[in-house]
């Protein structure tokens, strides 16, 4: 039986120090930025910044222990082009130095036609596979992950993610882009059938802003909630 990953907010040690060090490292940044469904979001949050060695490493420990204390039982790791590969690289690497050892395979976004060919590279896909990725915006990407491990003989499992942003996915109809009432993380677990873990939550972002005293956080902090109330799910 898996123990829920995502704990309140209040009781989440590791999601509000994660949530610290995306700031510190620029990864976590506050303004006003737009997002793939249009919104007009207060803060911005940029996995591409874990850029050097050590806050990749650092990046990777967080998943880690987060998927641990998960209690997710998988078979291997999988990490989709592009951003998805490091992850997948670092945190298997991670889970190894932990004493958790799983083959990992990462796809190519254009096949090749020589050498080994295909568009999968790794560890050959089987078992109850892992997907590692950043953030999920409307479940495209996992979709697309779900689609290459289940063609390779594989069962699509679970997915591991750095922020869940807990806000409404968007849907294209005839009438345009509209909102749904259920986020991608939701959508994932529910329609696709796939755990989900997530190191932090847009909850934790709200409780760590509220542990900082004065200044602009405050204002950060009545945005970022605003923001969550017109757009949030639970």
Same mark, same amino acid.
């Given at each position: ?22 700031? %510190? ?7 006003? =930025? ?38 997710? %039982? ?29 083959? =990992? ?7 090749? @036609? ?7 590279? $790794? ?10 990725? @950043? ?17 390779? &003989? ?12 807990? %806000? ?6 005839? @009438? ?13 677990? &529910?329609?696709? $059938? ?19 005293? $004065? $200044? ?19």
């Amino acid at each position: 039986m898996v123990v829920e990953a995502n704990k309140p907010a209040s009781d989440d040690a590791l999601a509000l120090e994660f949530v610290q060090f995306s700031v %510190e490292s620029g990864v976590l940044r506050f303004g006003e =930025f737009k997002t793939k469904a249009g919104r007009l979001s207060p803060y911005f949050f940029n996995a591409g910044l874990f850029d050097d060695g050590a806050k990749l490493g650092r990046l990777a420990s967080f998943y880690a222990r987060r998927i641990q204390a998960s209690g997710l %039982e998988f078979d291997m790791i999988f990490g989709p082009a592009y951003k998805g590969i490091p992850l997948a690289a670092a945190v298997a690497i991670e889970l190894a130095r932990l004493g958790v050892n799983k083959p =990992f395979a990462y796809n190519r976004k254009e096949a090749k @036609d020589h050498g080994e060919g295909g568009s999968l590279v $790794g560890a050959p896909l089987k078992g109850r596979v892992l997907i590692i990725d @950043d953030v999920m915006s409307a479940g495209t990407a996992a979709r697309e992950s779900i689609a290459l491990i289940k063609a390779a &003989g594989a069962t699509p499992h679970a997915v591991a993610i750095a922020l869940d942003r807990q %806000e409404m996915a968007t849907e294209t109809t005839a @009438d345009g882009v509209r909102d749904v009432p259920y986020s991608a993380v939701q959508y994932v677990r &529910g329609q696709l $059938g796939l755990q989900v873990c997530a190191i932090a939550q847009l909850s934790d972002l709200l409780h760590y802003l509220q542990q900082q005293v $004065g $200044g602009e956080m405050t204002e950060h902090r009545d945005r970022v909630q605003a923001y969550r109330n017109r757009y949030g799910v639970a």
